[in-house]
């Protein structure tokens, strides 16, 4: 069995959580300049193609950093 090294699990995670946390962000920050420049007719359609697009892949994806 190999040894786990508790400072590269450590640094491993971090960047795993950073990552989730930027993008949120990121995903967020785009949502509000898209909600002060599009129609509210045209960012309803965006946000339902979002989200269909976010449900499928969620099911196609393995999402392995979840899992980690």
Known sequence: M??????????GGSYLVF???V???VAFAANLVLV???????FGRFALV????????SLISLRLNILI
């Open 2 to 11: 190999a040894n786990i090294d508790i400072r590269h699990l450590k640094i």
């Open 36 to 42: 002060r420049f599009i129609m509210p007719e045209g």
């Open 23 to 25: 993008q949120a962000f």
């Open 19 to 21: 990552g989730q946390a």
């Open 50 to 57: 979002l989200a269909g697009a976010s449900i499928v892949l």
